[in-house]
């Protein structure tokens, strides 16, 4: 990064134009040089691999990371701002001259900061508040499925939990029980008999752990599930490459249900056919279908899906980038990521050209602190990274005391790339040796569905 450009010299800023309406952006202020200060929202691995993907931009000159992590603080200046702040973000971006904001967490999405900072006529790439519903409600964005005929599980909501049980009792087991609203990563349960679905929706309805809120019953499905992103700006879809999550927390898919604990792409059991339809019949209708609704999609759609018996399924939408997803994703990435970024911001995808990635596999595995779902401790030293020759993406880390600590459940994510998958991993479980805190744990089985199950 060309930390030595004279920014103060070289930017001009035209005052900011109110914009009435969030949904169309296309006469935003422009940075009248090539010189472009850029804000990322977030303090993840997700949002290390974007600055990382922006430094790597000839238009970009100066990164901030808003509040960032102690990975993120070597390619990009870290502001010690929430990422749900959105006052005090737009306020930083307006005396920061910064041209380009880019938002990470769904938080802050649904906090409504693209909606603040296009009022103010700041260019951002991510959705409004309402366009994110397709990942903050459950409901919203299975209706809008069953009204396009996009392919997902049976389902019914309810807020009657008498209604819901009887529900239940007509359908076979397992049932998928999904709270509607942010429960922390704990909304969803699949419940095997009719007596864990009757306690599960009197947590949910009756007690109201999660806070008072509706649930969506859903089918239970079966079969892989895959990870299809997509840069979406109304109609126009311009898709990223294919990749498989993690969620379980140990090897053989056991245990409880993670953030995620490791992605690859390349996936041998989705063809090309099963990608064209995921595309034709899945992103692109939905992208129609929110344009409709009036709240067209303006960022990253992230389709969660399955591939069935009975053919693909969406089984969730996120509203953005997915973590650990784009940290194998991005490093493919041959094209200037900002100027896709800008376009998609200032309504401009017209002229944007198909990006371009690599021909080439990625594979990382994340480091966990030990006891990661749950109760975990934190601030235990990290050494050793500086050995490595992968690209390390930090997620949950800090730097105190000069040094390099653990400050969050998910902390590191080691990622290799190559022609060769097994080749891939074999390179980065040698490397993950090579770091240092015995705090940590990871799975060694990344990407089985690909090099075992697959065979
Ligand atoms: P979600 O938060 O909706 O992505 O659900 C979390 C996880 O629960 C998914 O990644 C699936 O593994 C599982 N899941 C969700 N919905 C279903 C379903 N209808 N059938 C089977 N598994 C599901
Ligand atoms: N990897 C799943 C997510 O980002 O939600």
Same mark, same amino acid.
């Given at each position: ?16 134009? &109110? ?11 422009? !940075?009248?040089?090539?010189?472009? +200060? ?9 949002? /290390? ?9 000839? @238009? ?30 737009? /306020?930083?971006?307006?005396?920061? /001259? ?19 900072? +296009? ?7 991510? $959705? ?5 519903? !397709? ?12 009204? /396009? ?64 809120? *509706? ?38 898919? &056991? ?25 034709? *019949? ?5 992208? #129609? ?44 990435? @041959?094209?200037? !990521?900002?100027?896709?970024?800008? &376009? ?25 602190? *030990?006891?990661?779902?749950? &109760?975990?401790? %934190? ?14 993406? @930090? ?7 000069? %040094? ?23 390179? !980065?479980? @040698? ?12 799975? $060694?089985?990344? #990407? $089985? ?7």
């Amino acid at each position: 990064m060309n930390k030595e450009s004279d920014l103060s010299k070289k930017m001009e800023i035209s005052s900011p134009k &109110k914009l009435t309406d969030v949904n169309r952006l296309t006469d935003v202020n422009r !940075i009248s040089t090539d010189v472009n +200060r850029v804000l990322v929202i977030g303090s993840g691995g997700r949002e /290390h691999a974007i600055a990382d993907a922006l430094r790597r931009s000839p @238009q970009v000159s100066e990164i901030f990371c808003a509040p960032g992590n102690a990975g993120t603080a070597q390619i990009a200046t870290n502001v010690a701002i929430k990422d749900t702040d959105v006052a005090g973000l737009l /306020h930083f971006a307006q005396e920061n /001259h910064i041209g380009l904001t880019v938002v990470g967490p769904e938080a802050a999405l649904a906090a409504g900061v693209v909606d603040a900072f +296009r009022a103010a006529g700041l260019p951002i790439f991510g $959705h409004t508040a309402a366009a994110t519903r !397709i990942e903050s409600s459950k409901e919203f964005a299975k209706q809008l499925m069953e009204a /396009h005929g996009i392919p997902s599980a049976a389902y019914r909501g309810f807020s009657n939990y008498d209604e819901a049980v009887a529900y239940v009792e007509s359908r076979p087991l397992p049932a998928v029980l999904k709270y509607d609203g942010l429960a922390a990563g704990k909304g969803v349960v699949i419940a095997e008999t009719i007596e864990e679905a009757r306690n599960t929706l009197k947590d949910m309805l009756l007690d109201e752990t999660f806070g008072e809120g *509706k649930v969506i019953v859903e089918d239970f499905l079966t079969g892989p599930e895959f990870s299809f992103m997509a840069f979406v700006d109304g109609k126009n879809i311009f898709p990223m490459p294919l990749s498989q999550d993690h969620k379980r927390a140990f090897d053989g898919d &056991k245990g409880p249900n993670t953030g995620g604990m490791g992605a690859y792409t390349s996936l041998p059991f989705i063809s090309e056919a099963d990608r064209e339809f995921a595309l034709e *019949k899945i992103l692109k209708p939905t992208a #129609a279908a929110m344009c409709e609704a009036g709240c067209p999609l303006s960022g990253v759609l992230y389709a969660g899906l399955m591939k069935t018996p009975n053919g693909i399924k969406v089984i969730e939408f996120n509203a953005r980038f997915g973590d650990p997803e784009t940290e194998v994703v991005l490093p493919l990435l @041959q094209s200037d !990521i900002y100027d896709i970024f800008y &376009k998609i911001a200032t309504g401009n995808s017209a002229q944007l050209t198909e990006p371009s990635w690599a021909e080439e596999v990625t594979m990382g595995v994340v480091l966990a602190s *030990k006891g990661y779902p749950g &109760k975990y401790e %934190k601030g235990f030293e990290i050494k050793g990274i500086e050995n490595l020759q992968s690209i390390v993406y @930090q997620m949950g880390t800090t730097f105190s005391d000069n %040094k390099l600590k653990t400050s969050g459940g998910r902390v590191l994510m080691v990622i290799g790339k190559g022609v060769n998958l097994q080749s891939v991993r074999n390179d !980065i479980y @040698q490397e993950i040796e090579k770091i240092e805190c015995d705090h940590l744990f990871y799975r $060694h089985d990344i #990407a $089985h569905w690909a090099i075992e199950d697959g065979k």
